[in-house]
């Protein structure tokens, strides 16, 4: 749940990347952090990495300045996806307030991809979020790779037709839909943000001011 | 120690973020990096580091970290862009102290997670240890019961199979004991007839009448009739004391189970457990007793008694048609040594290593516990003796009881 600061006047929210090992949640964060031009932000802080893998998480804070004089900032976090590391997956999974599950496209990936889905539903549900609620879009990334290699849009859509879940596609590697997914997110985030700290009410920010905020440009 | 985790990702103070850092040597750094003294202020105007009063007329730099002015540095002595680059200098370092910070609190939180989840595991261990040891406890004690009820089954069939013994014994002692009676009767109707003659001869004798008497007497062939009434007699005397003599030796089976220790000479025992045997293959075995002479010995005579008639009657059985049992005894040493030897099947090798082993038996079921050479082998045993067996397939087979002396 959004942090709340009265007395800074600050409200941080927490958003995760999550999905299986080397399906490009790092990638996600770094092209974010090229493409986007919020008010204010960070650099990538990377905690620990094995073989370019992830050991803890990444970390890229994002902010901007409401009108009402609040600070408005955004930490988005990967989790490390090797199955090992699932006690820390949960511990950075902890308290967030929308997710992003960053899928491998390959075909030979299918059987990691539903794994880590079923992981990342029974760890929101350990950390005392319900998965029915929570912000969540689905990413499908690597759509670069050859055909052959990667599951068609079209099976991918029929797979989660059922889904209640934005689906985007994306090559995170040259950017593309990194942004279009991380603005999928906010949209959902949006609502339960202004539920609960009256956004549009109080600090005179609505949805769309809120997304253009955090994306700059 | 318990350590309760903080969340890694909340929000730093420069106070927890300047925690791991030596201000004193800081300090120092910075003062010869600014020229002068300095004022390191956190975002709310507390002095941190350097002079405590205010500097006159100071620049200031602003400290930023993770997007928010975490703190001022102030200069009187350095230039703007010394100063600026002392403020970087200062928030690179914040951020390694943030990394850190994260780095280590992640760690707390999952190893305290990693606990949590043993612990649990830990619990269900013992709960199911105590389940199986539970379980366990109970098959011990139900193969306990399965123990003790096969135990005194055996007990019984054991039981059973002396008893089998005295079955076979009282068959051969009733054939024995029916011969004298037999012959006892038919003196006795004998005798009666012949009271009958007598009676017949009082009244001619009452008239006085002498030669009607004398006619009355030959007519009736006294003469005969008197001598065979004392031949009768004193054979069924014979035969009666043979049954006595039948029924003191069955005295030597009768206390199988009330064992007395009596001394006795065994080759009396041979004979009887023979008698037994003879009053049941009749001609169809001939017993040949080469019994030497043997010391008296203290023994339970009833049991030594139920090992030869058992030996005896295995010999028998093994003899198919018509064959030869022989029983030895003499004294070898410091023991007597008693063979059974029979001419009958013999026993295949393979069998005699077992042959004493409870159950083993190659009767048909139902016409053999098994248990009777076991029986044998412990009262032998009880008498501080030991039973041997050598058989050849088609020659025959010896049983030796070896009991020592004294």
Known sequence: ?217 | MEITPRPFDRELTIQELLAGISLERLGGILRVFLGGDFRLLGADGSCLLGSAGPLAQPRHAEINHDLEVFGQLESASADESRLSAAAAMIELMLRLSARYHMAAELHIETVHADYAALQQKHAALTESEARYKALSEELEARVKEQVKIIESAQRQLYQAEKLASIGQLAAGVAHEINNPIGFIRSNLSTAQQYVTSLKRLAEPMKTGNMAQFQSAWKEADMEFLLEDFAALLSESVEGADRVTKIVSDLKGFSNVDQAEEEVVDLNDNLRFACNVLAGQVKDRVKLVLELGVLPKTLCLPGHLNQVFLNLLLNAAQAITDRGLIEVRSEVAGNEIRICIRDNGCGIPEGNLDRLFDPFFTTRQVGSGTGLGLTVCRDIVRAHGGRIEVESKVGVGTTFTVCLPIG
């Open chain 1, 1 to 217: 749940m959004a942090e709340i600061d009265e007395i800074n006047r600050k409200i941080t929210v927490k958003l995760v990347y999550y999905g299986p090992a080397q399906s490009g949640k790092t990638t996600n964060l770094m092209r974010l952090h090229d493409l986007l031009t919020p008010g204010m932000k960070g650099e990538i802080m990377t905690l620990e990495t094995q073989n370019d893998r992830t050991l803890f998480f990444d970390l890229l804070p994002l902010g901007f300045k409401t009108p009402s004089g609040w600070l408005v900032k955004l930490k988005l976090f990967t989790v490390p996806g090797q199955v090992a590391h699932d006690a820390t997956r949960k511990a950075v999974l902890s308290r967030a307030d929308g997710m992003v599950f960053v899928a491998d496209s390959q075909r030979s990936q299918s059987i990691n991809n539903a794994e880590a889905f079923q992981n990342l539903e029974e760890n929101v549900q350990r950390v005392g979020l319900n998965f029915s609620h929570v912000p969540l879009v689905v990413q499908f990334n690597k759509r670069d790779l050859p055909e052959a290699q990667i599951l068609s849009e079209d099976e991918i859509r029929q797979r989660w037709s059922q889904a209640p879940w934005p689906l985007v596609f994306s090559s995170a590697l040259v950017g593309e839909g990194v942004r279009e997914t991380f603005c999928k997110l906010l949209e959902q985030v949006y609502p339960v943000l202004d539920k609960s700290i009256a956004l549009e009410e109080t600090h005179g920010v609505d949805r769309q001011s809120f997304i253009a905020a955090v994306m700059g440009g």
